[in-house]
Nanobody, 120 residues
């Protein structure tokens, strides 16, 4: 499975961005997809995940109510709608795919990151 993330950029606090992640290859093997992020000097952290068939969603507490993860199965594309962005959301965002589960330890494939910068 190959993953290609896009949609990052610079936005003011309170603004919105939508990230996309196009999946190709053996996409039939995907059980779940997720978004992770890594801020400068910090470890990568889980942001959100969605199961590919049933569409169950999972979020870290700090993004609940502001971020929405979704997928378009026909287009093999994952999305992350980010609203009410805060400076602490600034990070490189990575999409990932799992064959077995949605939890942070389950991911087998990773895309390249896309930079999100939120100015105060």
């Amino acid at each position: 499975v190959q993953l290609q993330a896009s949609g990052g950029g610079l936005v003011q606090a309170g603004g919105s961005l939508r990230l996309s992640c196009a999946a190709s290859g053996r996409t039939f093997s995907i059980y779940a997809m997720g978004w992770f992020r890594q801020a400068p000097g910090k470890e990568r952290e889980f942001a959100a995940a969605i199961t590919w068939s049933g569409g169950s969603t999972y979020y870290r507490d700090s993004v609940k109510g502001r971020f929405t993860i979704s997928r378009d199965n026909a287009r093999n594309t994952l999305y992350l709608q980010m609203n009410s962005l805060k400076p602490e959301d600034t990070a490189v965002y990575y999409c990932a795919a799992s064959k077995t589960g949605w939890t942070p330890k389950d991911y087998d494939y990773w895309g390249q990151g896309t930079q999100v910068t939120v100015s105060s």
